[in-house]
C-alpha cells in the first residue's frame, strides 16, 4: 500500500508545481490539471518537475519499503536465460493485434492513411518512435507493475490487487487534463493485459514487450492514419484499443497470455 | 480584436507557402480581410470544428477543388456548413452552370479515388508484412 502513497504524491506535486508556475505566470489557479495556457518556458518546467517527481517514486521506493538499492530490486524482475525472450513475445503479440485490426480498418474504410506531415518532420517523428516506445513501457511497467502491483500483491490477494492496480494504471492516464475520456475502458483492458502478463510471468519482460510493442505500432502509424469510422467501434488518434473492437483483442489477447504463461501444466 | 472580426471571423483555407497563396492574399487585400485566419488545407477539421462551433462565419478557398477534396476525404460535415449562414468563397471559380464545372468536380474526385487507392494499396502492403514477421516471431518463439 505504500507504493499506492508513493504514486498518490506524483499528482499531488505535479497540481503544487502547476499552481506556483500559473501564480507566477500571473494566470488563475485551477483545481484540474492542464497546463495548456501556461508559457511555453513554463510548461517545460513543468514537464521537467513531473518526470522527476516519477523518478523520485522510483528511486526511493526500494530503499524506503525494501531497504535494497534501486538497482537490486529492480533487476529482480528482470531474470536471465531465456526469459528476456518474453519480451520479443510479448511484442510480436502486441505488434500482431494491432496491425490486424489495423488492416481490418483498411480494408472496411474505417481508416484513412496519408501523409500528414513534411518529410524532415515526419523523419524526425519516425527516428524517434523506438526509443520512445522502450522507455515510455519501462518506465510505466517499473512504477505499475514492479512497484505498484508487486506491493499490492504482498498485502491483498491477486483478485483485489490487480484490479486496484488495473484502476490506478487507467486512472493515471487520466490525471492531467486530456481530449478524450471515453478511451477509459481501453485503458482498464490495457492495464489488464500487463498486470496479467506480470501475475503470470513474475517478471517485466512479457509486459514491457507487450507494452513497447504497442506503443512502437501507435505511434508509427500515428503520422499516417485518419478514423473515418465510429470512434466507439474503431477508436481514434492513438487509441484504436478503446474503440469496442480494439478491447475485444485486448481481452482476447489477455486470453493467449494466460493460455501461453498462466495455464500451469 | 473588434467587435465586428469576432463576430465574423474568417479563415482561410490555403497553403501559406503554396501555388494559391499570391492570389489568396490578394483577394483577402481586397476584401479588406488581412486579419483572416490562415488554416493549411490539411486542418480543414479545425475550420470545420470552428464552422461547427459558430466561432467562423467566412471560409475563403483559392478554388472549389480544396473544398471537394475535403468533402470526398469526409472531414468537414458539410450539412452544418450549408444548415448555418456560412460565407463560403473561392478566389477562382468556374462558372457554375457550365459544363467545365462538372469536369472540375470528376476530375477532383476520380483524382482523390486514385490517390486513395493507392494509398490503401501501399498501406495494406506495409501492415500485411508486419503482421506475417510478427505471426512468424510469434510461432518461433512459441516453438
Known amino acids: 500500500m505504500r507504493a499506492l502513497v508513493l504514486l498518490a504524491l506524483v499528482p499531488l506535486v505535479m497540481w503544487l508545481t502547476q499552481t506556483a508556475l500559473l501564480l507566477r505566470a500571473g494566470l488563475p489557479v485551477r483545481l484540474r490539471i492542464n497546463s495548456a495556457d501556461l508559457p511555453q518556458r513554463l510548461k517545460w518546467v513543468n514537464r521537467v518537475v513531473t518526470y522527476v517527481a516519477f523518478a523520485t517514486v522510483l528511486l526511493i521506493y526500494p530503499p524506503l519499503c ?4 534501486p538497482l537490486t530490486y529492480y533487476r529482480g524482475f ?22 490486424l485490426l489495423y488492416l481490418a480498418w483498411t480494408i472496411s474504410g474505417n481508416v484513412r492513411f496519408e501523409v500528414r506531415h513534411d518529410a524532415k518532420r515526419l523523419a524526425r517523428r519516425l527516428a524517434g518512435v523506438p ?31 490487480v484490479p486496484i492496480g488495473v484502476v490506478v494504471f487507467a486512472g493515471a492516464h487520466y490525471v492531467r487534463s486530456v481530449k478524450r475520456y471515453w478511451t477509459f475502458p481501453g485503458h482498464l483492458a490495457l492495464g489488464t493485459l500487463f498486470s496479467l502478463a506480470f501475475v503470470y510471468t513474475g517478471a517485466l519482460w512479457l509486459s514491457l ?18 478514423y473515418t469510422g465510429p470512434a466507439g467501434l474503431v477508436g ?15 481481452i482476447l489477447l489477455s486470453l493467449n497470455m494466460w493460455l501461453s504463461y498462466g495455464v500451469v501444466s | 480584436m473588434n467587435a465586428q472580426t469576432q463576430t465574423e471571423c474568417v479563415a482561410v483555407v490555403c497553403d501559406r507557402d503554396g501555388g494559391d497563396a499570391p492570389a489568396m492574399e490578394a483577394f483577402l487585400t481586397a476584401q479588406g480581410l488581412a486579419d483572416a485566419e490562415w488554416f493549411a488545407p490539411r486542418d480543414v477539421d479545425e475550420v470545420d470544428q470552428a464552422v461547427c462551433t459558430g466561432r467562423v462565419r467566412r471560409v475563403v478557398f483559392p478554388t472549389e477543388t480544396q473544398l471537394l477534396e475535403a468533402l470526398w476525404n469526409n472531414e468537414i460535415a458539410f450539412e452544418h456548413w450549408l444548415a448555418s449562414d456560412l460565407r463560403l468563397e473561392f478566389v477562382k471559380m468556374c462558372e457554375p452552370t457550365s459544363a467545365a464545372h462538372v469536369e472540375a468536380v470528376f ?14 494499396f501501399v498501406a495494406g502492403i506495409i501492415l500485411s508484412i508486419v503482421a506475417i514477421v510478427a505471426a512468424f516471431v510469434l510461432l518461433l518463439i512459441r516453438n
Open chain 1, 236 to 250: 481514434a488518434s492513438i487509441f484504436p484499443y478503446a474503440g469496442i473492437l480494439g478491447i475485444l483483442a485486448l
Open chain 1, 131 to 161: 526509443l520512445t516506445a522502450i522507455l515510455a513501457a519501462f518506465v510505466e511497467e517499473l512504477l505499475f507493475r514492479a512497484m505498484l502491483l508487486n506491493d499490492l500483491l504482498a498485502s491483498l490477494n491477486v483478485y483485489l490487487a
Open chain 1, 209 to 226: 514487450g507487450l507494452h513497447a510493442g504497442g506503443i512502437l505500432v501507435l505511434m508509427a502509424v500515428r503520422p499516417f492514419i485518419r
Open chain 2, 107 to 120: 476530375e477532383s474526385w476520380r483524382r482523390w479515388q486514385r490517390r486513395h487507392r493507392r494509398r490503401q
Open chain 1, 66 to 69: 525494501h531497504s535494497e538499492s
Open chain 1, 78 to 99: 528482470f531474470p536471465l536465460g531465456l526469459r528476456p525472450l518474453e519480451m520479443l513475445h510479448g511484442a510480436a503479440a502486441a505488434i500482431l493485434y494491432l496491425v
